[in-house]
């Protein structure tokens, strides 16, 4: 069982940057595959930025591709998602999900995620 808390969310002007972390309760955090999404109002989730569980490969939304960046610190059990040239586009409820797999794969689908964050909220003043 992975439990998840995500932070970092908040006003920000467009043009603006956020950093998002996502941290994870298991001591196994390292054999976790990890994805951010977003969910905006009247909308359905959806993918932003995903990582393996060493960080050594990432996928992005093409939306977000070239301004956010997703890390990770497996000794802290944390993920970060760097948000830079933030847009009004980008207002949303973004949440962190996590799934046991240790090898270079990344997911992008909702379905292929096990465990999920609250979320944290993410406002873009244009």
């Known amino acids: 069982q992975v439990q998840l808390v995500e932070s970092g969310g908040g006003l920000v002007q467009a043009g603006g940057s956020l950093r998002l972390s996502c941290a994870g309760s298991?001591?196994?955090?390292?054999?976790?595959?990890m994805g951010w999404f977003r969910q905006a109002p009247g909308k359905e989730r959806e993918f932003v930025a995903a990582?393996?569980?060493?960080?050594?490969?990432?996928l992005y939304a093409d939306s977000v591709k070239g301004r956010f960046t997703i890390s990770r610190d497996n000794a802290e059990r944390t993920v970060y998602l760097q948000m830079n040239s933030l847009q009004h586009e980008d207002t949303a409820l973004y949440y962190c999900?996590?799934?046991?797999?240790?090898?270079?794969?990344?997911?992008?689908?909702?379905?292929?995620?096990?465990?999920w964050g609250q979320g944290t909220q993410v406002t873009v003043s244009s």
């Open positions: 999900a996590a799934r046991s797999a240790r090898s270079t794969f990344v997911f992008s689908r909702l379905f292929e995620y096990d465990y």
């Open positions: 298991a001591r196994t955090f390292s054999n976790y595959a």
């Open positions: 990582i393996n569980y060493s960080g050594g490969t990432t």
